[in-house]
C-alpha cells in the first residue's frame, strides 16, 4: 500500500470536513448563536463577579466569600446534595479494564488494536452511564454548559434533560476543547521534522529527554512529545533496549516537564481559567527542577551502567557507524501556527473579555481557529516532510476514541467527587496532592484537577493570585495532577499517542500493567521524597 497516497487521501478527507465545519460555523454566527453562548458566559461571571472584578471592589476576603457561596450551590449545598450511586463508577472501570486487559488477551489482542472496535467499546459503556441519567437518576445535578446552572429531573418520563446536560458537560464543555488542541498540536507538530541519526549513547538520550521537559512547559506536553519523539525514536533504531527510554520520555516529556505555564498541560490551564494568574506557576519551578533532575539522573544511571552494557557488539556498531547530524525542516509554517495555538488558547477563551478590551470571544471561536491552523498546516506544509516523518492520524485517533468514553463514563464519578470532596476530610497539602494524584492516574488529570480545586476553595485562605485557593494547597493539587498524569498510559492525552508512535516504530511497549510497573517502581518513590520535602 503507498503510505504517501493514503496519508494524502486522509488530508484531502479532512480538509474537506475542516472547510465543511467552518461554513457551518460562519452561519451560526451570522444567526448570532456563538454570539449568545458569549453573551451568556459574560452575563454569568458579570452575575457572580469574576475573582478579578471583586478584589478591585471588595478586597480578597470578599472574593473568597462570593467564591465558596458560588461553589456551594454546584458542590453539594443547597442546589446539589446528591449524587449519583456508587456503584455507577461501574462503566468507568469497565472502560479502564478494557484499555488494561484487552491488549493482553489473546483472543482480543488483534481486535482491539481497531480504533473502531476501541470507539464502540468506549462508546457503549458511554452509552449505559447516559442511560443511568436518562431513567433512573432522581436528583438535580450540575451542568456546566453554556454556563453552570442546575437540571432538576423529570417529574414524569425520562430525563432527558439531565441526559443532554450528562452529555454536554463531557462533550461539548470537556471533551471538545480538550482533543482540538492535543488535535492542532499534534498535527502541525507533525509537519516539523527534526531529522538525524546520533550515537544513541546514554548521555544522548538523557540530553534529548531533558530538551523535552524544558520545552513541554512553552509549547505543551502535546507539542514537544510529538516533536522530539520521533528523532528519538530514530536515534535510538540499532537498538534494542529502547522501551525504557520510551517510559522515560512519557514521565518527563509528557508530564513532569509541563508545570511551569498554564499552557504546558491540560490541568493548570484550567487553573489559570479560574482565576489562577499565568504566570502563577512558575513558583513551581523548585519541585519541577527537583522531579525531572532525579527522572533524568536514574534514567542515565541505568542507561549508562545496564542497558547499553547489555546491547548486542553488532548493534553498538551499527549505532556508532550509522550516524546523521541533526537537521530541522518544515519550521515553516509550522513554528508559527504552533505559536498560534498557543495564542489561541491563551486569548480566545470565551470566560474572559479579550485582553485590553471588552469584547468576549466567541463560543468555540478558540476551536475554529484551531482548525483553521491545522488546514494552513496541511495546505502551507510540506507534504513530503509528513511523509518523511510516517505522519499518521492513527494515535490520535487512539485518543480521541478512548477519551470520548472516559469522559462520559467518568462523569458519575466527579459528581460524587464533587459532593463527597469536602466531607473526605482533606486539609493539608500532602492529602491534596495525593488524592489529585491518585485520581490523575486514572482520570483524566485535568477534570480531577478541577474537582479538587474546588473542593479546595470551600477552605479558604487564598488570593486573587491563586484563584481563591490556599497557595500551599494549590501547589500541591497542581503537582499531583501534573506529576502522577504520568502513573498510566490513560493519566495524560499525549502518554497515548507516545506509545501508539512507538509501538508503530517497532518498539514493544508494556502492556497497562507493565507500564505501572515502572511508574510504580520509578516514579512513585520520587513523588513520595517530593511530598516529604516540600509538602509537609
Not at 462533550?171 to 471538545?176: A, M, P
Request: charged share 15%.
Amino acid at each position: 500500500m503507498d503510505t504517501s497516497s493514503s496519508a494524502h487521501g486522509s488530508d484531502k478527507t479532512l480538509l474537506g470536513a475542516i472547510a465543511v465545519v467552518l461554513v457551518v460555523y460562519a452561519i451560526t454566527a451570522v444567526l448570532g448563536w456563538p454570539q449568545e453562548g458569549a453573551r451568556l458566559v459574560g452575563e454569568a461571571e458579570r452575575g457572580g463577579e469574576t475573582a478579578a472584578e471583586q478584589t478591585l471592589d471588595h478586597g480578597p476576603a470578599d472574593v473568597e466569600a462570593k467564591r465558596f457561596e458560588r461553589a456551594s450551590e454546584d458542590h453539594g449545598g443547597h442546589a446539589i446534595t446528591e449524587h449519583p450511586p456508587y456503584w455507577m463508577v461501574a462503566p468507568f472501570a469497565l472502560l479502564l479494564g478494557a484499555i488494561a486487559v484487552l491488549p493482553l488477551v489473546p483472543w482480543t489482542e488483534h481486535w482491539w488494536e481497531s480504533n473502531k472496535n476501541r470507539f464502540l467499546v468506549a462508546a457503549g459503556l458511554g452509552a449505559l452511564t447516559v442511560a443511568y441519567y436518562l431513567f433512573l437518576h432522581g436528583a438535580p445535578i450540575a451542568g456546566h454548559w453554556p454556563v453552570h446552572h442546575v437540571v432538576e429531573p423529570s417529574a414524569s418520563g425520562p430525563n432527558w434533560a439531565q441526559a443532554m446536560a450528562v452529555l454536554a458537560n463531557a462533550i461539548l464543555y470537556e471533551y471538545i476543547p480538550f482533543i482540538m488542541l492535543l488535535f492542532a498540536l499534534y498535527t502541525i507538530s507533525g509537519g516539523i521534522r527534526i531529522t538525524g541519526d546520533l550515537r544513541a549513547h546514554p548521555l544522548t538520550n538523557t540530553t534529548f529527554i531533558a530538551i523535552g521537559a524544558v520545552l513541554a512547559s512553552f509549547v505543551g506536553t502535546t507539542g514537544a512529545a510529538m516533536l522530539l519523539i520521533r528523532p528519538l525514536l530514530e536515534t535510538n533504531r540499532e537498538r534494542k533496549y529502547v522501551v525504557h527510554t520510551v517510559i522515560f520520555f512519557i514521565f518527563v516529556v509528557c508530564n513532569c516537564g509541563g508545570c511551569l505555564l498554564p499552557i504546558g498541560d491540560p490541568p493548570l490551564f484550567l487553573g489559570y481559567l479560574r482565576g489562577v494568574s499565568f504566570l502563577w506557576t512558575f513558583k513551581l519551578w523548585v519541585e519541577w527542577a527537583f522531579v525531572n533532575a532525579l527522572l533524568l539522573l536514574i534514567y542515565y544511571a541505568y542507561d549508562r551502567f545496564w542497558c547499553h552494557p547489555h546491547e548486542k557488539p553488532l548493534d553498538v556498531a551499527l549505532d556508532e557507524t550509522r550516524t546523521t547530524r541533526l537537521r530541522i525542516a518544515g519550521l515553516w509554517p509550522n513554528a508559527v501556527l504552533l505559536a498560534g495555538v498557543i495564542f489561541s488558547v491563551a486569548l480566545l477563551d470565551p470566560n474572559k473579555p479579550l485582553p485590553g478590551t471588552d469584547w468576549r470571544p466567541w463560543m468555540y471561536l478558540r476551536e475554529i481557529v484551531q482548525l483553521g491552523l491545522i488546514g494552513a498546516s496541511l495546505v502551507l506544509g510540506s507534504r513530503e516532510i509528513r511523509r518523511e516523518n510516517n505522519f499518521n492520524y492513527h494515535a490520535i485517533i487512539e485518543v480521541a476514541a478512548l477519551f470520548s468514553g472516559i469522559f462520559v463514563c467518568m462523569q458519575p464519578a466527579l459528581q460524587i467527587l464533587a459532593i463527597e470532596g469536602p466531607a473526605l476530610g482533606l486539609t493539608k497539602p500532602m492529602q491534596f496532592f495525593w488524592a489529585t494524584g491518585s485520581l490523575s492516574s486514572v482520570l483524566d488529570n485535568a477534570p480531577t484537577y478541577v474537582v479538587f480545586f474546588e473542593t479546595a476553595l470551600t477552605l479558604g485562605g487564598g488570593t486573587a493570585a491563586t484563584g481563591g485557593v490556599a497557595e500551599p494547597l494549590l501547589i500541591a493539587i497542581s503537582l499531583g495532577a501534573v506529576f502522577m498524569g504520568a502513573m498510566t498510559y490513560i493519566g495524560n492525552g499525549p502518554n497515548f499517542m507516545v506509545k501508539a508512535i512507538a509501538e508503530k516504530s517497532g518498539v514493544k511497549m508494556p502492556s497497562f500493567f507493565g507500564y505501572m510497573a515502572y511508574s510504580c517502581g520509578i516514579l512513585l518513590p520520587i513523588l513520595i521524597l517530593t511530598t516529604w520535602i516540600f509538602l509537609r
